[in-house]
């Protein structure tokens, strides 16, 4: 029989807000890669964390415009819109809908500095990935999905005030909340690219995973444009900062070369661009709170304790 989960609730008060308004509840983390932390050995979500966006500013001021790293990312937009880009694909945000991207997907945002949000972000692991259904869905307001989201919100919260039972049975609810928004939900709609230039990200994507070294100068040459069209070609298909945008993706496909073992540091510093492997850890140290070699141990011990622990997966109930 599993163990008996006591839940301290929060505040009735509380409760009744609308789920917008509780995102004031939030601070910002501190460390965006430590949260409610599930018991080792469970398949649900674990080490979940919970913030918001309130504006298109966030993104800057927090310096989250881009993102690659091992968590999920569940996004629930409850007021807003902007450009979401998922690997080679731009997806139009909309209120009344949720995203989930998955781990080491390339992903970034663009969205107007003045542009007011309610975007709640729920970042988490779990092994095996989640995987299946839609990725990007409509939520209603009053759907069986939505109140799903708001019960464990609800419940996050009592968990982050200290109540070891909550954090625990967040980990369970958010399975529930990604069984019941992606696995049932309706699709939010196809995913947009720039009718002028449809395949230019996949382009530069395919040309940055040929060559990662590859200079701006030499990008624009194999494309048959000047630097300059190039970058007003980017700008227009929504890309704000190609500069910007080719160091992040390389920092990317260096996060996927450390889960690879037949590469030493010093190749993946090479592939990212770097003129060393020192400047390359400096670098992923500053971006990442931690050497290389320290975030290359973690990805293969979490590989290590799913392999151990078999393939089992609990995502909570979609009845």
Not at 36 to 62: H, I, K, M, W, Y
Not at 76 to 93: C, P, Q, T
Not at 205 to 220: C, F, M, Q, T
Request: charged letters at 25%; glycine letters at 8%.
């Amino acid at each position: 029989m599993p163990p008996l989960i006591i839940i301290r609730m929060p505040k009735p008060s509380a409760i009744d807000l609308p789920l917008r308004e509780k995102l004031g509840c939030l601070p910002e983390p501190a460390d965006y890669f430590s949260g409610l932390e599930a018991p080792s050995g469970t398949t649900v979500p674990r080490n979940v964390l919970c913030f918001q966006r309130t504006s298109g500013r966030d993104f800057v001021s927090q310096n989250q415009s881009f993102h690659h790293h091992h968590r999920h990312v569940l996004i629930a937009n409850l007021g807003g819109s902007g450009n979401v880009f998922v690997d080679d694909e731009m997806v139009r945000f909309q209120q009344g809908e949720a995203l989930l991207i998955r781990p080491f997907q390339f992903h970034h945002y663009v969205v107007p500095p003045k542009t007011p949000l309610g975007w709640l972000f729920i970042t988490f692991e779990l092994d095996p990935p989640f995987e299946g259904g839609q990725f990007h869905v409509e939520v209603a307001a009053n759907s069986p999905a939505m109140r799903c989201l708001e019960l464990f919100f609800d419940i996050y919260l009592a968990g982050r005030d200290g109540d070891g039972g909550s954090a625990e049975a967040a980990g369970f609810l958010l399975g529930a909340v990604l069984a019941r928004i992606f696995l049932t939900s309706h699709p939010a709609g196809k995913l947009v690219q720039n009718p002028k230039n449809p395949r230019l990200f996949t382009r530069i994507r395919e040309y940055v995973r040929a060559n990662p070294a590859i200079k701006l100068d030499e990008l624009s040459r194999k494309l048959g444009v000047s630097e300059s069209t190039l970058r007003r070609q980017f700008r227009d298909a929504g890309g704000d900062h190609l500069g910007a945008y080719l160091i992040e993706l390389k920092f990317h496909l260096a996060l996927n070369d450390l889960r690879r073992r037949d590469l030493s540091l010093t190749e993946i510093s090479f592939r990212a661009g770097y003129q060393s492997s020192q400047a390359f850890s400096r670098a992923f140290r500053a971006r990442m709170g931690m050497p290389p070699r320290e975030y290359r141990k973690r990805i293969a011990e979490r590989h290590a304790c799913f392999t151990a622990g078999g393939e089992g997966r609990v995502l909570g109930s979609v009845s």
